[in-house]
């Protein structure tokens, strides 16, 4: 009986010891998952950018429809395609923030300069199109490039900083695009404060 009660014990103790350490391991995996440097200003810019690109999208899906021009529907298709990709990369991120523990911050970024005062509902009617929607695009541009320099400069999530910057050349370059189309097609610029943007960033 000893023989056999000192084989359980062992047998038990072993796969105790096996099962802390399979435990340990999780626990490693999960927080370096989580990218291990990430903090509330990540997760503020993932709430604050999710609706965002939605709403982008939003608009995007009236151009594809609505547009009068080569050049506006192909930026309408490279907008949904590229944001709602986007949107999938941010959704991960966050959840792997908050399993990590992460409290939401925030971004700092007034709603006024998030370039969404403007209701994309009011496409659906706008002529002419093309410039209704670029003159509404560019703001919105200018809204997201606001909020990922700040996760750039303040964020602290390896992946979520990649897409800030991904974010800023993408959309710094399409709003160069519109205001290109805009003057060929001898409408004006609707921008209001768009001038800083381009050049204010440095990294």
Not at 17 to 25: H, I, N
Not at 32 to 45: E, H, I, L, Q
Not at 47 to 62: G, Q, Y
Not at 118 to 131: G, N, S, V, Y
């Amino acid at each position: 009986m000893r023989l056999i009660n000192t084989s359980t014990l062992a047998a038990l103790a072993a796969a105790a010891a096996l099962a802390v350490a399979a435990c340990g391991d999780d626990e490693t995996s999960s927080s370096s998952a989580s990218g291990a440097g990430g903090n509330g200003v990540d997760r503020a810019f993932v709430a604050d950018m999710i609706p965002h690109h939605e709403s982008a999208i939003e608009m995007a899906k009236i151009a594809q429809q609505r547009g009068e021009s080569a050049f506006v529907k192909q930026l309408a298709d490279d907008i949904a395609t590229s944001q709602s990709e986007e949107i999938a990369t941010m959704r991960r991120e966050d959840e792997e923030l908050e399993q990590a523990g992460v409290k939401r911050g925030s971004l700092g970024v007034p709603d006024h300069m998030k370039g969404m005062e403007d209701d994309p509902a009011k496409l659906k009617t706008a002529e002419p199109f093309d410039a209704a929607f670029i003159k509404m695009m560019i703001p919105h541009h200018e809204g997201a490039i606001e909020m990922a320099e700040v996760e750039l400069a303040k964020g602290e999530d390896p992946e979520l900083k990649a897409l800030a910057q991904d974010i800023i050349d993408a959309q710094q370059r399409e709003i160069a695009d519109m205001r290109k189309h805009l003057a060929d097609s001898g409408s004006s610029d609707g921008g209001t404060q768009d001038g800083d943007h381009g050049s204010g960033h440095s990294g």
